[in-house]
């Protein structure tokens, strides 16, 4: 494993474009667009206030970056350096900004969630939506791209619209059995759309592409009730979290329940195993613990019950058993982990300078390398020292080809390189 230098980073916002041949980083008011394999600096481009967000099109051709204080969109082009492009909301403001699946529309929502404005790069034209509803997840599109559903609050109740992308004709309009609807998801096939209640009503419920109801599911009553959901990349599966510390999974034949997995504050099942984080001397720099661990070890863990401080433990479930697999334990509250896009890999960052990858091999933690310095490019900016110390992960991205990930702090960013074979 090898780490880059550290470069400057604003609003945690680095981004690896689409194709996976570019990184995208925002220092205060400048884009800074770097080769993703060797870091050098293929364009720079500065807009007119501090930028809150940055957004790749689908084709890697075109990136926006919001500035929502200033009502703006620029859009810049890769292909085409000396094109740019500005949207003013105006007085309407803007609180969200996004690409449509085709990379050629900008779909900008109005503060207040008056309306969304799709604006066309290619005709300049302008169609707008109204009513749209200020919830977690108020737009979603199926992973090819053809339609978007677009929640909805008219007179006191919600609805939900699905479009035509190509056209943004509108395909359907029905109402929604929620109190609050709190957010839809698309299952990957495109083919379901869920839809949940506020965390006051515990209800999530499943539309087909023309709006029929096809199930509803409630856990319980008269506590708080949905936390997130999840689908399988197979759609066979939907996972549901809820504040009762559970997560239930539900099928795609009969929409009903087939398991639970519960987070218990103690692990009894002594095939359960379990990697604890423990402190060492700041020389030892890479610890990596064998699997499946020694008669000794294994003895040791489970003579008593471990306890668990839930914000520090990471649990992974093995879903064609149905069970708990392996829990990791950190000294630190996670803040960010995500899968390797490649293989089943999982990295794990906690607020410090460390970067924890767990595969069904085992599990390693390494340090950032003590001392780097922060680099600057053309831009100008001033040159610093920074030490690992100072420099806390608090977000990671992985690169599509899964033998890179991006380490995001709070002001810099180093990249950190994976060999494939390195941890089987």
């Given at each position: 494993?090898d780490?880059?230098?550290?470069?400057?980073?604003?609003?945690?916002?680095?981004?690896?474009?689409p194709?996976g041949?570019?990184?995208?980083?925002?220092?205060?008011?400048?884009?800074?667009?770097?080769?993703?394999?060797?870091?050098?600096?293929?364009?720079?481009?500065?807009?007119?206030?501090?930028?809150?967000?940055?957004?790749w099109?689908?084709?890697?051709?075109?990136?926006?970056?919001?500035?929502?204080?200033?009502?703006?969109?620029?859009?810049?082009?890769?292909?085409?350096?000396d094109?740019?492009?500005?949207?003013?909301?105006?007085?309407?403001?803007l609180?969200?900004?996004?690409?449509?699946?085709?990379g050629?529309?900008?779909?900008?929502?109005?503060?207040?969630?008056?309306?969304?404005?799709?604006?066309?790069?290619?005709?300049?034209?302008?169609?707008?939506?109204?009513?749209?509803?200020?919830?977690?997840?108020?737009?979603?599109?199926t992973?090819?791209?053809?339609?978007?559903?677009?929640?909805?609050?008219?007179?006191?109740?919600?609805?939900?619209?699905?479009?035509?992308?190509?056209?943004?004709q509108?395909?359907?309009?029905?109402?929604?059995?929620?109190?609050?609807?709190?957010?839809?998801?698309?299952?990957?096939n495109?083919?379901v759309?869920?839809?949940?209640?506020?965390?006051?009503?515990?209800?999530?419920?499943?539309?087909?592409?023309?709006?029929?109801?096809?199930?509803?599911?409630?856990?319980?009553?008269?506590?708080?009730?949905?936390?997130?959901?999840a689908?399988?990349?197979?759609?066979?599966?939907?996972?549901?979290?809820?504040?009762?510390?559970?997560?239930?999974?539900?099928?795609?034949?009969?929409?009903?329940?087939?398991?639970?997995?519960?987070?218990?504050?103690?692990i009894?099942?002594?095939?359960?195993?379990?990697?604890?984080?423990?402190?060492?001397?700041?020389?030892?720099?890479?610890?990596?613990?064998?699997?499946?661990?020694t008669?000794?070890?294994a003895?040791?863990l489970?003579?008593?019950?471990?306890?668990?401080?839930?914000?520090?433990?990471?649990?992974?479930?093995?879903?064609?058993?149905?069970?708990?697999?392996?829990?990791?334990?950190?000294?630190?509250?996670?803040?960010?982990?995500?899968?390797?896009?490649?293989?089943?890999?999982?990295?794990?960052?906690?607020?410090?300078?460390?970067?924890y990858?767990?595969?069904?091999?085992?599990?390693?933690?390494?340090q950032?390398?003590l001392?780097?310095r922060?680099?600057?490019?053309?831009?100008?900016?001033?040159?610093?020292?920074?030490?690992?110390g100072d420099?806390?992960?608090?977000?990671?991205?992985?690169?599509?080809?899964?033998?890179?990930?991006?380490?995001?702090?709070?002001?810099?960013?180093?990249?950190?390189?994976?060999e494939r074979?390195?941890?089987?």
């Amino acid at each position: 494993m090898d780490f880059s230098e550290l470069f400057k980073l604003s609003g945690l916002l680095g981004r690896f474009s689409p194709d996976g041949k570019c990184l995208a980083s925002c220092v205060q008011f400048r884009l800074v667009v770097r080769d993703a394999s060797t870091l050098q600096v293929l364009q720079l481009y500065t807009c007119l206030d501090q930028i809150q967000y940055i957004e790749w099109s689908s084709d890697s051709l075109f990136i926006l970056c919001a500035m929502y204080k200033r009502g703006i969109v620029q859009v810049w082009s890769l292909e085409q350096p000396d094109w740019h492009c500005k949207i003013d909301e105006g007085s309407a403001g803007l609180v969200a900004s996004c690409w449509s699946p085709d990379g050629r529309h900008i779909l900008n929502t109005t503060e207040f969630h008056l309306r969304i404005t799709v604006w066309s790069l290619c005709t300049k034209s302008v169609s707008y939506i109204k009513y749209p509803k200020a919830c977690q997840q108020g737009i979603a599109f199926t992973k090819d791209g053809r339609y978007m559903a677009v929640a909805e609050r008219r007179d006191c109740k919600d609805f939900i619209s699905i479009f035509v992308c190509s056209d943004w004709q509108l395909l359907r309009h029905f109402d929604t059995e929620t109190q609050d609807l709190f957010g839809i998801e698309w299952a990957p096939n495109g083919c379901v759309l869920a839809a949940w209640d506020t965390c006051l009503e515990y209800k999530i419920l499943l539309y087909s592409l023309d709006g029929r109801l096809l199930s509803t599911y409630r856990a319980y009553e008269w506590s708080l009730g949905i936390k997130s959901i999840a689908w399988s990349p197979s759609s066979q599966f939907l996972a549901i979290g809820s504040y009762d510390e559970k997560v239930r999974i539900l099928n795609h034949v009969t929409w009903k329940k087939i398991t639970e997995f519960e987070h218990p504050a103690t692990i009894a099942n002594t095939k359960t195993i379990v990697y604890k984080e423990v402190e060492k001397s700041p020389s030892v720099e890479t610890e990596r613990l064998s699997l499946p661990p020694t008669r000794a070890l294994a003895s040791s863990l489970f003579s008593t019950h471990s306890k668990y401080n839930i914000p520090n433990a990471v649990w992974i479930w093995d879903i064609q058993k149905l069970k708990l697999f392996v829990v990791l334990e950190q000294l630190c509250a996670v803040q960010s982990f995500q899968w390797d896009p490649r293989q089943p890999r999982l990295a794990v960052c906690t607020g410090n300078s460390k970067v924890y990858l767990w595969s069904p091999a085992g599990c390693v933690a390494v340090q950032v390398p003590l001392e780097a310095r922060a680099q600057t490019n053309s831009c100008s900016l001033t040159n610093c020292s920074v030490s690992a110390g100072d420099f806390q992960i608090v977000s990671l991205s992985w690169h599509a080809s899964g033998d890179s990930m991006a380490l995001l702090g709070k002001d810099n960013f180093c990249m950190c390189y994976l060999e494939r074979e390195e941890i089987k």
